[in-house]
């Protein structure tokens, strides 16, 4: 195939996560990189992963890109095997280093790699979408960061890929670049791509994340949309010792309330504040003995949530 497939928009009943993570361990000698982690990219979803440095990220990434086995654990992209033949072939992989061939100019480069899928999309067509010229004679490596950023995404991009992996996307990238990239990469979202993100660019989270997982010590932390997690929609957030019966306190709120414990001991009733649904979450806590602290109409920012999760790392 040689034509740009912008994907398909998955049809009624195969909708199902595109990415399975069960119980992931993965172990450098006495290092425990990820402990236990447990996690779901859906299917035409972008998925962000955040953490402080050396939370686990990069090496769930690369164990879910087949490129480092798992100690322990279960991994399912696109119901296959990572790195398995059925599955190299319907995932694109933007890595933050390399990926870039120094003296090649980019439709060369491109169509070099082209030849290593068996269907791929049309090169120049592909570096027309991310806004570089196909018919430039400037080398790769002269290339500027924004513009080097927008040729890997083309190359991850070339096998018209189901999964897309990016690792870093708008690292280095001034404003506009960046707003070119998150559009380029929102726009194969929007015709069906899943997408799994790190980044450190809390903007770009908040642009174009589906769904934010907050990884610390190689565990998450945080699971949930970018509102669920801020509590940007109304809502209050109180903190506890984690583990709370939710189920109990939701029963002494209004029945359109909702609880989540977003992370260990870090709680958001979400629905409209009042002055009495502030009294009853005091209350039901007082009559268990338990202090509410940091009880707050809306919310926490996602760079507080990050910087709370470095700081509680292990
Ligand atoms: P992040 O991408 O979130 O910064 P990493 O996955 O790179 O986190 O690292 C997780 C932990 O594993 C860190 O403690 C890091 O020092 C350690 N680590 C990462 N790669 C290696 C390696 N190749 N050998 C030994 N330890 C490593």
């Known amino acids: 195939m040689s034509s740009i497939e912008l994907g398909r928009a998955p049809t009624p009943g195969e909708v199902g996560p595109a990415l399975i993570v069960e119980n992931l361990v993965v172990r450098y000698g006495a290092t425990v990189a990820v402990d236990g982690l447990s996690m779901t990219a859906e299917t035409s979803q972008v998925t962000a992963l955040l953490g402080p440095n050396g939370a686990g990220k990069t090496t769930t990434v690369e164990v879910v890109c087949g490129l480092r086995p798992a100690t322990s654990g279960r991994v399912r992209l696109l119901g296959a095997e990572p790195g398995s033949r059925q599955v190299a072939e319907r995932i694109g992989v933007m890595l933050q280093q390399g990926g870039l061939y120094p003296t090649a100019r980019p439709l060369e480069w491109l169509t070099y790699l082209a030849r290593l899928y068996p269907s791929h999309a049309e090169p120049s067509a592909l570096l027309e979408l991310v806004g570089i010229d196909p018919s430039t004679r400037t080398t790769t490596r002269r290339l500027s960061g924004g513009e080097q950023q927008r040729v890997k995404l083309a190359a991850a991009l070339l096998p018209n890929p189901e999964f897309l992996i990016l690792d870093e996307p708008t690292a280095g990238l001034d404003p506009l670049a960046r707003r070119n990239l998150l559009e380029a990469i929102g726009a194969r979202r929007d015709s069906g791509t ?72 870090s709680y958001v009733v979400h629905g409209p504040p009042t002055p009495q649904i502030m009294a009853a ?28 999760a470095g700081l509680e790392q292990p």
Do not use: N
């Not at 903007?203 to 940007?232: F, P």
């Open 281 to 308: 979450i005091t209350a039901w806590c007082a009559q268990k003995g338990l202090m509410a602290t940091d009880l707050a109409v809306g919310q926490r920012t996602l760079e507080q949530i990050v910087i709370d």
């Open 194 to 265: 899943s997408i799994l993100l790190t980044t450190h660019q809390l903007s770009d989270v908040e642009t174009l994340a589906d769904r934010v997982i907050v990884i610390a010590g190689g565990r998450i932390v945080a699971d949930g949309t970018v509102s669920e997690l801020t509590g940007a929609d109304d809502a209050m957030s109180f903190g506890s010792r984690p583990g709370l019966d939710l189920t109990d306190l939701a029963a002494a709120l209004p029945a359109s309330y909702r609880v989540r414990e977003v992370r260990a001991g």
